[in-house]
């Protein structure tokens, strides 16, 4: 076991590794807690055979050289699941590291599915069946064992082989451009940032009446910025049925707000209690004629389902062809717009564009141009062209 518990043991280590082509690199870390993650370990290892875990929570440690190293753009940095671990760095560091390969991604370009796991992938390339029973370690406690830190380094002890054989086949295949292109996806910092304003719309919400939605809007707005503010999590601050019955009830003084259910009584303690009424008051203040519609009342016509289905049952089909994961070229979403457009031109979804455009798009459009049909041959479908 290599275990960094120093700054100086860490620059050590980082500098060498400044020259290795790539580095595989994952996290520990809890958050149940808190808002943001709270980092408690990272692993590095390299090919040339380095493999170590730093302690984060160690006393004076400073991870600068590791974030150098995240910086070298002369230096892969590869991930499997990425978008946590880049999270926790983003918060830290303030950057992305850069260049960078998630394996999950690539694993799904090449016929993985929509979730490959670490292990399924190690299983796969290198026969190793990775040992799980630590996932559910409390990675902020002191000390650790011996046997979760070579739990915590298994996550990235094969990672470097298994990099090193999906990315031979991606060249093999040509679809290294695909992977790059997701890659390209994950640089952007807008992926890991919460917007406030947004908050709102992951809420299942019971109206689409206008004054309802605006103060669960403005209520899920403040209840993000204060658990933010605090490091805590949402629901430490209003549990999602609570702020949704007080939109409902639009309370306008403190005894109405007491009278809602579930309320919490530290709330009626603080301040919160008069933001929350605040809230409420200003867009109780605004005609419901003068306010936006924050929800359009969706429709899909009856003659536009079957279409969906039909897209759907050819998002399946070419990516079985492919070998692709259907999740990485369109969502549901996407095939509503694809059945909805007028056009049958290019509908703005992602399937419109790249390599996914080649794989499923234009066979999209043919199939709404009705140049496409589906016909079973050895009892599996088969989609053939039509001659008009």
């Known amino acids: 076991m290599s275990l960094i518990q120093t700054t100086s043991e860490l620059k050590a280590l980082c500098s060498p590794l400044a020259h290795e082509p790539f580095i595989a690199v994952d996290t520990e870390f809890i958050r149940e807690k808190t808002y943001y993650p709270q980092l408690c370990i990272l692993q590095v290892a390299a090919p040339g055979g380095a493999c170590f875990a730093v302690d984060v929570l160690a006393e004076g ?36 590291p850069f260049p960078l390969f998630d394996t999950q991604v690539a694993a799904m370009v ?160 603080t301040p919160f209690a008069t933001e929350v009424l605040d809230i409420i008051a200003k867009i109780n203040a605004v005609e419901p004629d003068d306010l936006p519609t924050l929800v359009e009342r969706s429709h899909t016509p009856s003659h536009i389902k079957p279409v969906v289905e039909l897209l759907r049952l050819l998002l399946k089909q070419q990516c079985m062809v492919s070998h692709v994961a259907e999740k990485l070229v369109a969502n549901d979403d996407d095939l509503h717009v694809i059945a909805k457009d007028e056009d049958s031109h290019s509908p703005s979804v992602p399937a419109m564009y790249g390599w996914r455009y080649e794989i499923f798009g234009k066979f999209a459009m043919e199939l709404k141009k009705g140049n496409m049909a589906f016909t079973l041959r050895d009892g599996k479908i088969v989609v053939i062209p039509l001659k008009r």
Not at 62 to 72: C, G, M, S
Not at 76 to 83: D, E, G, I, N, P
Not at 129 to 144: G, M, Q, V, Y
């Open 61 to 96: 440690m400073n991870l600068q050289p590791l974030y150098a190293l995240f910086d070298n753009p002369k230096v892969v940095k590869v991930f499997h699941a990425c978008r946590q671990d880049i999270e926790i760095i983003l918060h830290r560091h303030g950057k992305i």
């Open 110 to 269: 090449c016929g993985f599915g929509d979730s490959a796991s670490y292990g399924a992938l190690a299983e796969k390339y290198l026969g190793i069946e990775i040992d799980k029973s630590h996932r559910f370690t409390n990675w902020a406690r002191r000390p650790l064992s011996k046997e979760q830190y070579d739990y915590a380094l298994n996550d990235v002890r094969h990672l470097c082989d298994i990099y090193q054989r999906i990315d031979h086949e991606l060249k093999e295949s040509g679809r290294d451009a695909w992977v790059a292109e997701e890659m390209a996806n994950l640089q952007n910092k807008d992926v890991y940032i919460t917007d406030v304003e947004e908050v709102w719309k992951k809420m299942r919400l019971r109206s689409h009446a206008k004054c309802f939605t605006h103060r669960v809007k403005e209520l899920a707005k403040w209840r993000e910025i204060q658990a933010q503010h605090m490091d805590v999590p949402r629901g430490f601050v209003l549990k999602d049925n609570v702020l949704l019955e007080i939109a409902a009830a639009a309370p306008q003084t403190i005894d109405e707000l007491m009278e809602i259910r579930a309320i919490p009584e530290d709330l009626l303690l």
